[in-house]
């Protein structure tokens, strides 16, 4: 029975050994990479997957994406934890720059959000192109309605347009206002599981696979414009940002070839994202 | 129905077409979560071998802390070492956030309660059968506890598995620590969630019936490897 302390305590320090073996390729690849912030509808389109390979053989710097509503990409940005934000929401993102944690912001390219609903129509708006009167109607039917509720670009532009239609959302909370508080896939999911009409960017709804009898209901509207900035994060406020490596990015999006790799991006034959860069 | 079908069938898909990226997805989740159970091991056995051997003011407590904390959710674990790694935390200087080490990091604290309670436990039951026998050799209370856990060897390896399944199978907290950042902290559970809100629910389920197998094989391959060392050792 004594033995064993010394298999036991060989044992120990082999898988001391080991743990840090296990840890050691990722420490030893160590690339050029930034760190980008951005939201799930730019992630879960896919655009991003085309987009960065793109980038990264032209200039060897590795992009890394986290993907998270625009609430919580801008605050991530302003902890410091990203090097460049890649976001949709000009309100929060003005805001973001003019309190200095941004350093200059740039519109990128815009995209459109649309209304979804089941085929049945409860609330008879399908075909229409004023958003505002389908929010309306769908309000007087108390027809299921599923939101965000997570502080997302999506999420904020859904409620300035509640606000529009002189609409507290919230009063129909519990019976037919649905805070699904999670991403847009996840809403889309609820949505579809319910057929529950949702508020969704276009690009998120092209790549998404579980529509169910979701349907597009109401689109074309000029208040469903969907605009797209990116900005680098102060390094006055945060030292350690990389200033060259994420002023390059930010360069490159903005450029003539970025902008075009942006408009190449299709699912089937429709283009999910058009540039708008002002140069 | 059919979408369970659908499910196995790209299960299957994924596993006959094995492309480097499901590889490296897989390689990824390996590599964190055994290294979280490795590390947590080293700190949850000798923490759960003082406390079953020991006697001292606050043991039971200690005990009642430890138990409760199996019940951790992973969410709350990834935000506080969100908090601690973030640049505008208090170790914000090392700069690991989104990085497998800080997934390690957050899966180790998940799951030291969890071996240290049950390795307690089961060093505790050994340790009242042997007490008289291992006091009689004179052993102090450190020899014993080494000889305990080599006596009980079999039973700890079970913790370490259940360790390892919780470890591999949580998403809260690596989603959060991680960032899911394709080809750098995207592990099994991360890509299963980005599947299931792109709507593409039976990749997500395959993906899903993957991670099973995996965790299956892992602990078919421990139940031969005690196997095998019991017929050696008796």
Same mark, same amino acid.
């Given at each position: ?54 980038? *990264? ?21 302003? #902890? ?8 949709? $929401? ?16 740039? *519109?990128?390219?815009?995209? $459109? ?7 049945? $129509? ?35 532009? *859904? ?18 206002? #649905? *805070? ?21 960017? #276009? ?19 000029? #208040? ?56 | ?234």
């Amino acid at each position: 029975m004594r033995l064993n302390h010394q298999t036991f305590m060989r044992g120990a320090v082999l898988a001391l050994a080991m743990a840090g073996m296990l840890q050691g390729p990722a420490a030893w690849a160590q690339q050029k990479f930034i760190t980008v912030a951005s939201t799930t509808s730019t992630e879960q389109s896919g655009l991003f997957k085309h987009m960065l390979p793109v980038f *990264e053989k032209k200039t060897g710097i590795q992009v890394r994406v986290v993907a998270q509503g625009t609430g919580q990409a801008l605050e991530t940005g302003r #902890r410091g934890d990203a090097d460049v934000l890649f976001v949709h $929401d000009k309100v929060a993102e003005e805001k973001f720059v003019a309190d200095g944690f941004g350093v200059q912001r740039f *519109e990128v390219m815009y995209n $459109d959000f649309v209304l979804v609903g089941p085929k049945a $129509d409860p609330a008879k708006i399908a075909g229409g192109k004023d958003i505002i009167a389908a929010y309306q109607k769908i309000s007087a039917a108390k027809a299921p309605f599923a939101s965000r509720g997570d502080k997302s670009g999506t999420h904020a532009a *859904e409620l300035r347009l509640w606000k529009a239609a002189g609409i507290d959302p919230q009063t129909g909370k519990g019976t037919w206002y #649905r *805070e699904t508080g999670s991403g847009m896939g996840p809403t889309l999911n609820t949505a579809s599981s319910m057929n529950a009409y949702t508020f969704t960017d #276009r690009g998120t709804w092209l790549s998404f696979k579980n529509r169910g009898d979701l349907v597009i209901v109401v689109e074309g509207d000029q #208040r469903l414009f969907n605009q797209y900035g990116i900005m680098l994060v102060n390094p006055a406020k945060h030292a350690h940002v990389k200033k060259e490596l994420g002023q390059s990015f930010v360069d490159w999006v903005v450029s003539p070839e970025g902008q075009k790799t942006i408009a190449d991006y299709k699912i089937g034959t429709d283009q999910l994202f058009f540039p708008n860069a002002k140069r | 129905m059919t979408s369970l079908w659908e499910a196995f069938a790209a299960a299957w898909a994924l596993i006959a077409g094995f492309d480097a990226t499901l590889a490296q997805i897989v390689g990824l989740s390996l590599q964190v979560s055994l290294s979280a159970v490795l590390i947590a091991t080293c700190i949850g056995l000798p923490l759960g071998a003082v406390i079953a051997v020991g006697r001292f003011p606050g043991r039971q407590a200690l005990i009642v802390l430890l138990n409760a904390l199996m019940g951790l959710p992973p969410v709350v674990v990834g935000l506080l070492v969100y908090l601690l790694l973030s640049r505008a935390g208090p170790l914000g200087s090392l700069g690991i956030l989104f990085t497998p080490t800080a997934m390690v990091i957050a899966q180790t604290l998940l799951i030291v309660p969890i071996i240290a309670a049950l390795s307690r436990q089961t060093l505790e039951d050994a340790w009242r059968e042997y007490d008289e026998q291992l006091r009689s050799l004179g052993a102090r209370r450190l020899n014993a506890a080494m000889t305990l856990i080599w006596d009980t060897r079999f039973s700890l390896l079970t913790i370490l598995l259940a360790g390892f399944g919780r470890a591999a199978a949580e998403v809260g907290a690596v989603m959060i620590v991680g960032g899911n950042i394709d080809g750098v902290t995207r592990v099994m559970t991360t890509t299963i969630a980005l599947e299931t809100s792109k709507g593409d629910l039976p990749l997500a389920l395959g993906l899903g019936i993957v991670l099973i197998g995996l965790v299956l094989l892992l602990n078919t391959a421990a139940a031969l490897l005690r196997e095998l060392a019991q017929r050696r050792y008796g």
